[in-house]
């Protein structure tokens, strides 16, 4: 079948305004976004600029707009696009440094902000800090997460509030509070309970929607906000 797409052009350092450049490719029902993509940019139009590594879901590279919908090019495949149009356009609300390509160093911060990594006071064991199967199951979902900033693209509150620190950070921050080796955390509830952390979030459930690993994001945040109001004294929300 052939395929119609129109991609997002454009190059900060050259161009005054955006634009939407329409390519035609052969495809295969099977075949995914992704191939297109490359084929577009190996066959027909070498300046076209995305970001891809693995095509199999698991860098997180390939987020962008697809007909609308945040989404991993390599998972979308051309059959789940019926009237074979598809529009390609960056992650909303982050800056585009060329085509699809975005900076992805904001929201990478925002990450770091809440200290991904464990976070321990007592001595080392002799080994190794050990988990029960139960307690690796309270985290067992968001350690899925990779990065690939759907979710924060989807999140409609980012488009009132750029400061909020959006879905995938908390998504990191969940990983540590309720990680049973880790010993921060208080502090990183407290580092949690500000404006534009995990309160701004309204339940709308795109980024649960729109989560290539299928992370219940929503129901995290919404628990790291329980464990707020029952854990913290004088909580500012
Ligand atoms: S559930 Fe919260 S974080 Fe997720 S999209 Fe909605 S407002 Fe944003
Ligand atoms: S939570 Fe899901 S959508 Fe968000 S960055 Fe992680 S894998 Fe991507
Ligand atoms: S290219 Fe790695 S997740 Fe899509």
């Given at each position: 079948?052939?395929?119609?797409?129109?991609?997002?052009?454009?190059?900060?350092?050259?161009?005054?305004?955006?634009?939407?450049?329409?390519?035609?490719?052969?495809?295969?029902?099977?075949?995914?976004?992704?191939?297109?993509?490359?084929?577009?940019k190996w066959e027909q139009d070498g300046t076209?600029?995305?970001?891809?590594?693995?095509?199999?879901?698991?860098?997180?590279?390939?987020?962008?707009?697809?007909?609308?919908?945040?989404?991993l090019a390599c998972q979308k495949l051309v059959?789940?696009?019926?009237?074979?149009?598809?529009?390609?356009?960056?992650?909303?609300?982050?800056?585009?440094?060329?085509?699809?390509?975005?900076?992805?160093?904001?929201?990478?911060?925002g990450i770091l902000y809440f200290r991904p990594?464990?976070?321990?006071?007592?001595?080392?064991?002799?080994?190794?800090?050990?988990?029960?199967?139960?307690?690796?199951?309270?985290?067992?979902?968001?350690?899925?997460?990779?990065?690939?900033?759907?979710?924060?693209?989807?999140?409609?509150?980012?488009?009132?509030?750029?400061?909020?620190?959006?879905?995938?950070?908390?998504?990191?921050?969940?990983?540590?509070?309720?990680?049973?080796?880790?010993?921060?955390?208080?502090?990183?509830?407290?580092?949690?309970?500000?404006?534009?952390?995990?309160?701004?979030?309204?339940?709308?459930?795109?980024?649960?929607?729109?989560?290539?690993?299928?992370?219940?994001?929503?129901?995290?945040?919404?628990?790291?906000?329980?464990?707020?109001?029952?854990?913290?004294?004088?909580?500012?929300?």
């Amino acid at each position: 079948m052939e395929m119609k797409f129109k991609i997002f052009r454009f190059d900060p350092e050259v161009d005054e305004e955006p634009r939407y450049q329409e390519y035609r490719v052969a495809a295969d029902p099977a075949e995914r976004i992704l191939d297109c993509l490359n084929r577009i940019k190996w066959e027909q139009d070498g300046t076209l600029s995305y970001r891809m590594s693995c095509a199999h879901g698991v860098c997180g590279s390939d987020g962008m707009r697809i007909n609308g919908t945040c989404a991993l090019a390599c998972q979308k495949l051309v059959r789940e696009y019926a009237d074979a149009e598809v529009t390609l356009e960056p992650l909303p609300f982050f800056r585009v440094l060329k085509d699809l390509t975005v900076d992805m160093n904001a929201f990478l911060e925002g990450i770091l902000y809440f200290r991904p990594w464990l976070i321990t006071l007592s001595d080392p064991p002799e080994q190794e800090r050990l988990q029960s199967q139960e307690e690796a199951k309270r985290v067992e979902e968001v350690i899925r997460c990779i990065l690939c900033a759907c979710c924060t693209g989807a999140c409609p509150v980012m488009s009132e509030n750029p400061n909020y620190v959006g879905p995938a950070a908390l998504v990191w921050a969940f990983r540590h509070v309720f990680d049973s080796r880790d010993e921060k955390r208080i502090e990183r509830l407290n580092q949690l309970d500000f404006p534009d952390g995990v309160w701004p979030c309204v339940n709308h459930f795109e980024c649960t929607r729109v989560c290539p690993k299928k992370i219940p994001v929503t129901k995290c945040i919404n628990t790291l906000k329980r464990e707020i109001e029952k854990t913290l004294p004088g909580r500012s929300q």
